[in-house]
C-alpha cells in the first residue's frame, strides 16, 4: 500500500490550520502545519510534502513571497500550491497572470468549501 500524501498546510490562522489538518487527516492525508512563510519553509525543508496549502496575508514572511520562493526553486518548483484566501477575485487574476512565476495550481476562497478543497486536493495529489 502506497504512503498518505503529506501537505503542508500554511496559514496564520490557527482555526484554519486545524480545520484543514483534521478534514484533509480524515481523508487520509498526513498534514503538517506552519503559521507563516518563515516556519513553512521550516517545514517544507525537513519534511518534503507532496502538496501544500498556502494563505496570502500572514506575518513574517506572506504567502506571496513564500510561493515565490518555492516555484523559482528547482527543489519545490513541482510541488503543487492551492492558495486558500479570503483575498478577492482581483488577486486571483493578478497572481495567475504574473510572468515571472507559474499561477497556483489551485485557488480556494474562505469560507472554505470542504468539497471544492477536497476536490482539487485529491486531483492535484494523484500519482
Known amino acids: 500500500m502506497a504512503s498518505p500524501k503529506r501537505i503542508l498546510i500554511v496559514d496564520d490562522e490557527q482555526d484554519i490550520r486545524t480545520y484543514l489538518s483534521t478534514l484533509l487527516g ?3 492525508y498526513e498534514t503538517f502545519q506552519a ?16 502538496m501544500i496549502t498556502l ?4 506575518p ?7 510561493f515565490r520562493e ?6 519545490w518548483k513541482h510541488i503543487p500550491v492551492i492558495i486558500v484566501t479570503g483575498v478577492s477575485e482581483d488577486f486571483r ?3 495567475s497572470s504574473r510572468h515571472q512565476i507559474p499561477a497556483p495550481e489551485g485557488f480556494v476562497s474562505k469560507p472554505i468549501s470542504p468539497e471544492e478543497i477536497l476536490g482539487l486536493v485529491r486531483t492535484l495529489t494523484k500519482a
Open 55 to 58: 494563505d496570502i496575508s500572514m
Open 35 to 50: 503559521k507563516d512563510g518563515e516556519e513553512a519553509m521550516q517545514k517544507l525543508l525537513a519534511e518534503s510534502p507532496d
Open 93 to 95: 487574476n493578478f497572481i
Open 70 to 75: 518555492i516555484k523559482t526553486d528547482d527543489r
Open 26 to 28: 480524515d481523508q487520509g
Open 60 to 66: 513574517e514572511k506572506s504567502g506571496v513571497k513564500f
